[in-house]
Protein backbone atom coordinates (compact mmCIF):
# COMPACT_ATOMS: atom_id res chain seq x y z
CA UNK A 1 0.00 0.00 0.00
CA UNK A 2 3.20 2.46 0.94
CA UNK A 3 4.53 1.44 -2.41
CA UNK A 4 1.88 2.24 -4.18
CA UNK A 5 1.12 5.38 -2.85
CA UNK A 6 4.89 6.77 -3.27
CA UNK A 7 3.87 5.99 -6.81
CA UNK A 8 1.08 8.10 -6.86
CA UNK A 9 2.52 10.78 -5.21
CA UNK A 10 5.65 10.49 -7.72
CA UNK A 11 2.78 10.96 -10.20
CA UNK A 12 1.15 14.03 -9.39
CA UNK A 13 4.96 15.80 -8.93
CA UNK A 14 5.10 14.41 -12.68
CA UNK A 15 1.92 16.50 -13.24
CA UNK A 16 2.23 19.79 -10.89
CA UNK A 17 6.14 20.02 -12.75
CA UNK A 18 4.27 20.21 -16.38
CA UNK A 19 1.17 22.57 -15.06
CA UNK A 20 3.82 24.97 -13.46
CA UNK A 21 5.29 25.79 -16.65
CA UNK A 22 3.67 29.14 -17.44
CA UNK A 23 3.10 31.36 -19.69
CA UNK A 24 5.94 33.78 -18.90
CA UNK A 25 7.22 36.68 -21.21
CA UNK A 26 10.26 38.90 -21.91
CA UNK A 27 9.06 42.73 -20.91
CA UNK A 28 10.94 45.20 -23.13
CA UNK A 29 9.22 48.14 -21.83
CA UNK A 30 6.20 48.33 -19.54
CA UNK A 31 5.86 52.33 -17.63
CA UNK A 32 2.19 53.07 -15.49
CA UNK A 33 3.73 56.00 -14.49
CA UNK A 34 3.91 55.60 -11.31
CA UNK A 35 6.42 58.31 -10.94
CA UNK A 36 7.05 61.43 -12.68
CA UNK A 37 10.84 61.13 -12.94
CA UNK A 38 13.40 59.62 -14.51
CA UNK A 39 11.41 58.28 -17.34
CA UNK A 40 13.60 59.45 -20.04
CA UNK A 41 17.22 57.88 -20.91
CA UNK A 42 19.08 57.53 -23.89
CA UNK A 43 20.36 53.99 -22.18
CA UNK A 44 16.89 53.05 -20.90
CA UNK A 45 15.95 50.68 -18.54
CA UNK A 46 12.43 48.47 -19.11
CA UNK A 47 10.51 51.36 -17.71
CA UNK A 48 12.13 54.19 -19.79
CA UNK A 49 11.60 55.89 -23.10
CA UNK A 50 14.83 56.75 -24.71
CA UNK A 51 13.67 60.05 -26.14
CA UNK A 52 10.55 62.60 -26.03
CA UNK A 53 11.27 64.95 -29.01
CA UNK A 54 9.13 68.16 -28.89
CA UNK A 55 9.93 70.46 -32.06
CA UNK A 56 7.97 73.67 -30.73
CA UNK A 57 7.69 72.89 -27.08
CA UNK A 58 5.45 76.35 -26.39
CA UNK A 59 3.24 74.93 -28.47
CA UNK A 60 3.22 70.89 -28.26
CA UNK A 61 4.27 69.31 -25.08
CA UNK A 62 3.99 66.53 -22.79
CA UNK A 63 4.36 66.36 -18.67
CA UNK A 64 4.50 63.37 -16.76
CA UNK A 65 2.08 63.23 -13.97
CA UNK A 66 1.18 60.20 -11.46
CA UNK A 67 -0.62 57.82 -13.37
CA UNK A 68 -0.31 59.18 -16.69
CA UNK A 69 1.57 60.95 -19.32
CA UNK A 70 -0.15 64.13 -21.13
CA UNK A 71 0.31 65.00 -24.43
CA UNK A 72 -0.88 68.41 -25.93
CA UNK A 73 -0.74 70.17 -29.08
CA UNK A 74 -1.91 73.62 -29.34
CA UNK A 75 -2.04 75.14 -32.88
CA UNK A 76 -2.70 72.52 -35.96
CA UNK A 77 -0.03 72.82 -38.19
CA UNK A 78 2.57 70.36 -37.72
CA UNK A 79 5.29 72.38 -39.25
CA UNK A 80 4.93 75.47 -36.94
CA UNK A 81 2.54 73.70 -33.99
CA UNK A 82 5.42 71.24 -33.85
CA UNK A 83 5.05 67.67 -33.30
CA UNK A 84 5.86 65.41 -29.90
CA UNK A 85 7.72 61.98 -30.47
CA UNK A 86 7.58 59.82 -27.23
CA UNK A 87 10.45 56.87 -28.88
CA UNK A 88 12.42 53.77 -28.17
CA UNK A 89 14.89 53.86 -30.78
CA UNK A 90 17.74 52.60 -28.73
CA UNK A 91 17.12 48.70 -30.02
CA UNK A 92 15.59 46.21 -28.03
CA UNK A 93 17.25 43.52 -26.23
CA UNK A 94 17.63 40.67 -27.54
CA UNK A 95 15.66 41.79 -30.43
CA UNK A 96 12.13 40.06 -30.76
CA UNK A 97 10.80 38.32 -33.27
CA UNK A 98 7.41 39.12 -32.22
CA UNK A 99 5.89 41.78 -30.02
CA UNK A 100 2.67 42.43 -27.99
CA UNK A 101 1.96 45.91 -26.88
CA UNK A 102 -0.97 47.04 -24.96
CA UNK A 103 -1.59 50.85 -24.45
CA UNK A 104 -4.42 52.28 -22.25
CA UNK A 105 -5.07 55.92 -23.16
CA UNK A 106 -8.13 58.54 -23.38
CA UNK A 107 -8.54 61.65 -25.09
CA UNK A 108 -8.68 64.13 -22.21
CA UNK A 109 -10.12 66.56 -25.00
CA UNK A 110 -10.66 67.52 -28.88
CA UNK A 111 -10.45 70.37 -29.93
CA UNK A 112 -10.31 70.28 -34.36
CA UNK A 113 -10.75 67.43 -36.64
CA UNK A 114 -7.60 65.66 -38.12
CA UNK A 115 -6.60 62.70 -39.58
CA UNK A 116 -3.50 60.80 -39.20
CA UNK A 117 -3.45 62.88 -35.51
CA UNK A 118 -1.23 60.56 -33.85
CA UNK A 119 0.99 57.59 -35.31
CA UNK A 120 2.03 54.54 -33.97
CA UNK A 121 5.19 53.01 -35.38
CA UNK A 122 6.86 50.13 -34.78
CA UNK A 123 9.82 48.87 -37.03
CA UNK A 124 13.86 49.64 -36.78
CA UNK A 125 16.56 52.47 -36.99
CA UNK A 126 14.01 55.00 -35.65
CA UNK A 127 15.72 58.33 -36.23
CA UNK A 128 15.36 60.63 -32.41
CA UNK A 129 17.47 63.44 -34.69
CA UNK A 130 15.56 63.96 -37.86
CA UNK A 131 11.86 64.74 -37.45
CA UNK A 132 10.66 64.35 -40.98
CA UNK A 133 7.95 61.78 -41.85
CA UNK A 134 9.67 58.67 -41.86
CA UNK A 135 9.48 56.01 -44.75
CA UNK A 136 7.99 52.85 -45.34
CA UNK A 137 11.71 50.95 -45.13
CA UNK A 138 11.97 51.30 -41.44
CA UNK A 139 8.46 49.94 -40.76
CA UNK A 140 6.76 46.74 -39.54
CA UNK A 141 3.77 48.28 -39.14
CA UNK A 142 1.70 51.61 -37.66
CA UNK A 143 -1.53 52.44 -37.07
CA UNK A 144 -2.80 56.17 -35.95
CA UNK A 145 -5.46 57.64 -34.42
CA UNK A 146 -8.20 60.61 -36.19
CA UNK A 147 -9.53 63.25 -34.27
CA UNK A 148 -13.14 64.53 -35.21
CA UNK A 149 -14.95 67.35 -33.04
CA UNK A 150 -14.93 65.63 -29.32
CA UNK A 151 -13.99 62.07 -29.96
CA UNK A 152 -11.76 59.83 -31.71
CA UNK A 153 -11.22 56.56 -34.00
CA UNK A 154 -8.42 54.26 -34.31
CA UNK A 155 -7.63 53.15 -38.08
CA UNK A 156 -5.30 50.24 -39.16
CA UNK A 157 -2.63 52.00 -41.84
CA UNK A 158 -2.51 48.98 -43.96
CA UNK A 159 -6.48 47.57 -44.68
CA UNK A 160 -7.65 51.18 -43.79
CA UNK A 161 -10.18 49.63 -41.25
CA UNK A 162 -11.36 51.73 -38.50
CA UNK A 163 -12.91 51.42 -34.76
CA UNK A 164 -16.01 53.03 -33.58
CA UNK A 165 -15.54 56.30 -32.45
CA UNK A 166 -14.82 57.26 -29.00
CA UNK A 167 -15.89 59.90 -26.70
CA UNK A 168 -13.72 62.26 -24.78
CA UNK A 169 -12.36 60.97 -21.78
CA UNK A 170 -13.19 56.96 -22.36
CA UNK A 171 -10.35 54.66 -21.07
CA UNK A 172 -9.63 52.03 -23.66
CA UNK A 173 -6.72 49.46 -24.02
CA UNK A 174 -5.49 49.25 -27.61
CA UNK A 175 -3.77 45.73 -28.31
CA UNK A 176 -1.14 45.80 -31.19
CA UNK A 177 0.31 42.15 -31.91
CA UNK A 178 2.98 41.49 -34.41
CA UNK A 179 4.64 38.34 -35.70
CA UNK A 180 8.02 38.91 -37.34
CA UNK A 181 8.81 35.11 -37.12
CA UNK A 182 8.90 32.66 -39.72
CA UNK A 183 6.46 30.53 -37.89
CA UNK A 184 2.51 31.47 -36.55
CA UNK A 185 2.02 33.38 -33.35
CA UNK A 186 -0.30 32.56 -30.72
CA UNK A 187 -2.04 34.56 -28.16
CA UNK A 188 -4.91 34.98 -25.76
CA UNK A 189 -7.70 37.82 -27.07
CA UNK A 190 -8.12 40.56 -25.29
CA UNK A 191 -11.60 39.49 -24.63
CA UNK A 192 -10.31 36.12 -23.03
CA UNK A 193 -12.51 34.72 -25.56
CA UNK A 194 -9.83 31.72 -26.28
CA UNK A 195 -6.44 32.04 -28.69
CA UNK A 196 -5.95 34.00 -31.74
CA UNK A 197 -3.18 32.63 -34.54
CA UNK A 198 -1.12 35.33 -36.27
CA UNK A 199 0.44 34.45 -39.47
CA UNK A 200 4.35 35.48 -40.03
CA UNK A 201 4.75 38.97 -41.17
CA UNK A 202 1.28 40.20 -40.26
CA UNK A 203 -0.17 41.78 -37.27
CA UNK A 204 -4.01 42.25 -35.18
CA UNK A 205 -4.79 45.28 -33.85
CA UNK A 206 -7.46 45.55 -31.05
CA UNK A 207 -9.63 48.43 -29.25
CA UNK A 208 -10.73 46.81 -26.14
CA UNK A 209 -12.15 43.16 -26.76
CA UNK A 210 -13.42 44.66 -30.30
CA UNK A 211 -11.08 43.79 -33.45
CA UNK A 212 -10.30 46.91 -35.68
CA UNK A 213 -8.17 44.53 -38.06
CA UNK A 214 -6.73 40.82 -38.13
CA UNK A 215 -4.43 39.64 -40.05
CA UNK A 216 -3.35 43.09 -41.50
CA UNK A 217 0.08 42.70 -43.86
CA UNK A 218 3.10 43.86 -42.41
CA UNK A 219 6.06 45.70 -44.20
CA UNK A 220 4.15 48.39 -45.89
CA UNK A 221 4.61 49.36 -49.57
CA UNK A 222 7.76 47.15 -50.82
CA UNK A 223 9.54 47.20 -47.83
CA UNK A 224 12.06 43.91 -47.04
CA UNK A 225 12.12 41.65 -44.31
CA UNK A 226 14.67 42.44 -41.62
CA UNK A 227 15.07 40.28 -38.58
CA UNK A 228 15.08 43.84 -36.66
CA UNK A 229 12.27 44.75 -37.93
CA UNK A 230 10.50 44.99 -34.42
CA UNK A 231 13.33 46.63 -32.54
CA UNK A 232 11.97 50.49 -32.04
CA UNK A 233 8.84 52.01 -30.76
CA UNK A 234 7.44 55.24 -31.35
CA UNK A 235 4.51 57.74 -30.35
CA UNK A 236 3.73 60.91 -32.69
CA UNK A 237 1.76 63.32 -32.13
CA UNK A 238 1.87 65.39 -35.34
CA UNK A 239 -1.70 66.49 -36.25
CA UNK A 240 -4.97 68.31 -34.79
CA UNK A 241 -5.72 69.99 -31.73
CA UNK A 242 -6.08 68.81 -28.21
CA UNK A 243 -4.91 66.81 -25.04
CA UNK A 244 -4.28 62.77 -25.00
CA UNK A 245 -3.46 60.73 -22.08
CA UNK A 246 -1.53 57.63 -21.62
CA UNK A 247 -2.21 55.52 -18.67
CA UNK A 248 0.15 52.58 -19.43
CA UNK A 249 1.85 50.79 -22.04
CA UNK A 250 3.18 47.47 -22.12
CA UNK A 251 5.55 46.21 -24.90
CA UNK A 252 6.63 42.05 -24.21
CA UNK A 253 7.70 39.48 -26.20
CA UNK A 254 4.89 37.35 -27.59
CA UNK A 255 6.74 33.95 -27.43
CA UNK A 256 6.89 32.17 -24.23
CA UNK A 257 10.01 31.74 -22.17
CA UNK A 258 12.24 28.99 -21.94
CA UNK A 259 10.39 26.77 -19.40
CA UNK A 260 13.59 27.04 -17.02
CA UNK A 261 12.82 30.86 -16.09
CA UNK A 262 8.89 29.91 -15.20
CA UNK A 263 7.61 30.38 -11.85
CA UNK A 264 7.99 27.35 -9.59
CA UNK A 265 6.65 26.45 -6.23
CA UNK A 266 8.84 24.26 -4.08
CA UNK A 267 9.21 21.81 -2.08
CA UNK A 268 6.08 19.99 -3.95
CA UNK A 269 4.90 17.67 -2.57
CA UNK A 270 4.58 20.03 0.67
CA UNK A 271 4.78 18.03 3.54
CA UNK A 272 5.64 20.45 6.93
CA UNK A 273 2.49 23.20 5.86
CA UNK A 274 5.25 25.77 4.44
CA UNK A 275 6.66 26.14 0.99
CA UNK A 276 8.07 28.59 -1.23
CA UNK A 277 7.35 30.54 -4.80
CA UNK A 278 9.67 32.06 -7.01
CA UNK A 279 8.55 34.14 -9.47
CA UNK A 280 9.99 37.67 -11.03
CA UNK A 281 7.77 40.78 -9.54
CA UNK A 282 5.37 38.60 -7.93
CA UNK A 283 2.92 40.71 -6.24
CA UNK A 284 2.45 39.69 -2.69
CA UNK A 285 -0.96 40.80 -2.11
CA UNK A 286 -2.44 39.24 -4.42
CA UNK A 287 -1.15 35.54 -3.78
CA UNK A 288 -4.67 33.25 -3.06
CA UNK A 289 -4.18 29.51 -2.23
CA UNK A 290 -7.75 27.76 -3.35
CA UNK A 291 -8.71 24.16 -2.94
CA UNK A 292 -10.03 21.88 -5.35
CA UNK A 293 -13.39 22.53 -5.00
CA UNK A 294 -12.97 26.24 -5.73
CA UNK A 295 -12.74 27.93 -1.60
CA UNK A 296 -9.91 30.33 -0.52
CA UNK A 297 -7.98 28.93 1.87
CA UNK A 298 -6.42 30.80 5.03
CA UNK A 299 -2.79 31.22 4.11
CA UNK A 300 0.40 33.46 5.50
CA UNK A 301 2.31 34.96 3.14
CA UNK A 302 5.69 36.39 3.52
CA UNK A 303 8.35 38.30 0.99
CA UNK A 304 11.63 36.29 1.39
CA UNK A 305 15.22 37.91 -0.91
CA UNK A 306 15.18 37.15 -4.78
CA UNK A 307 11.97 37.12 -5.99
CA UNK A 308 11.15 34.37 -3.34
CA UNK A 309 7.66 34.44 -1.21
CA UNK A 310 6.93 31.88 1.89
CA UNK A 311 4.01 30.50 1.83
CA UNK A 312 2.51 29.16 5.25
CA UNK A 313 -1.10 26.91 5.43
CA UNK A 314 -3.42 25.80 8.06
CA UNK A 315 -2.15 22.25 10.15
CA UNK A 316 -5.69 21.59 9.73
CA UNK A 317 -5.83 21.80 5.80
CA UNK A 318 -6.65 17.74 4.14
CA UNK A 319 -4.27 16.57 1.67
CA UNK A 320 -4.80 16.80 -1.91
CA UNK A 321 -3.97 19.16 -4.96
CA UNK A 322 -4.61 23.11 -4.30
CA UNK A 323 -3.99 26.30 -6.54
CA UNK A 324 -2.04 28.88 -6.01
CA UNK A 325 -3.18 32.09 -7.99
CA UNK A 326 -0.78 35.30 -7.83
CA UNK A 327 -0.42 38.60 -10.11
CA UNK A 328 2.83 39.69 -11.40
CA UNK A 329 3.95 43.29 -11.39
CA UNK A 330 2.85 43.53 -15.18
CA UNK A 331 -0.94 42.65 -13.60
CA UNK A 332 -0.33 39.33 -15.64
CA UNK A 333 -2.80 36.16 -13.43
CA UNK A 334 -0.57 33.54 -13.17
CA UNK A 335 -1.29 30.07 -11.20
CA UNK A 336 1.05 26.95 -9.73
CA UNK A 337 -0.44 23.77 -8.82
CA UNK A 338 1.04 22.37 -5.45
CA UNK A 339 0.05 19.15 -3.64
CA UNK A 340 -0.75 19.06 -0.08
CA UNK A 341 0.68 15.81 1.72
Keep these: MQTHYR ?29 TTSLVNPLPDTGQFSHIILTAPQLSYHKFHKGYVEFVRSQQD ?63 SKFVINFKEDSIC ?51 LWLNGEPVSLGSKGYPGNSVFSPTKLSNFELRFRNGLGKLRIFDILIRDGEKEDAASNPIAFPNPVAQRVFQIRSQ ?53 RQLKVLVQ
Excluded at 19 to 29: K, L, R
Excluded at 292 to 319: D, F, H, W
Design 154 to 204: IKDSESQKTSRWLPEKEVVTLTWVLNNAAKDLIYEAPDSSGEVTVGPGTYD
Design 78 to 140: SATGGIIRAMRATPFEPSPKTLFIQIKLAAESVQSSAVNAVYFYAGEDFNPVNNSFPGNGIMF
Design 281 to 333: GIDVSTIRLISSSGNSVAAKTEALQNGTVQVRIPEYLTSGIYIVRYRDRYQVQ
Design 7 to 35: ILQKALFLVLSVFNFSQAQTIYFHQDFAK
